[in-house]
């Protein structure tokens, strides 16, 4: 749901904070590890074992995986909250580009799922998501490491999810098509 917005803002956000300031790292991005990939068709992982997370996710599928620049990127997602999230609740995105930290910031999540259509407070029990994003075309060719942790008010952990990306000089696509 929510990082899912984030990842994608994150990399589009990423393309224009490039070329702006640069931020000291602090949080590691951890190998991939196969026990802790989110299922479906998509990059993404669990930051660590997500059992006492608010948020279960149980499928997040990304068309096309992994994500091109200049295409619509559509994403597709269910889950299962525990509790309702509501105001105050925040994200902790950092977004690497190689080992340069380009984006590390805060934000307000109930502002940040505006973009995938919801709206808080996101009420618990099932919940599915359902977003096109179009991908700019010009995102600077490389590995991008996106990592997004969130929060309640109370700062109780809903989830922490991490992401690489790499993107080809030219889109990558014509090649990579015909191979997936
Ligand atoms: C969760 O949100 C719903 C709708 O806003 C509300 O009716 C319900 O009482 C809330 N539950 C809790 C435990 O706060």
Redesign the pocket.
């Known amino acids: 749901m929510k990082f899912l917005t984030v990842a994608a803002s994150a990399l589009l956000a990423s393309s224009v904070s490039a070329r702006s300031s640069l931020f000291g790292s602090s949080i590691e991005v951890a190998p991939f590890d196969e026990a802790l990939k989110v299922p479906g068709d998509n990059p993404l992982q669990h930051c660590k074992d997500p059992k006492d997370d608010i948020l279960d996710l149980e499928s997040v599928d990304l068309s096309p995986n992994p994500p091109k620049p200049g295409k619509t990127l559509t994403i597709t997602a269910t889950g299962t909250l525990s509790?309702?999230v509501?105001k105050g609740a925040t994200v902790h995105l950092q977004v690497k580009y190689g080992l340069i930290t380009i984006v590390k910031q805060t934000a307000d999540l109930c502002e940040t799922v505006k973009n995938v259509d919801l709206k808080c407070?996101i009420?618990?029990g099932e919940m599915t998501l359902e977003k096109d994003v179009d991908l700019p075309k010009e995102i600077p060719p490389g590995k991008y490491h996106v990592i997004a942790d969130v929060y309640t008010k109370d700062e109780d952990k809903v989830t922490c999810l991490t992401a690489t990306v790499e993107f080809k000089r030219g889109g990558g696509s014509v090649v990579h098509q015909g191979l997936k």
Do not use: F, S, Y
Request: glycine share 0%.
């Open positions: 509790q309702n509501t407070p009420e618990k």
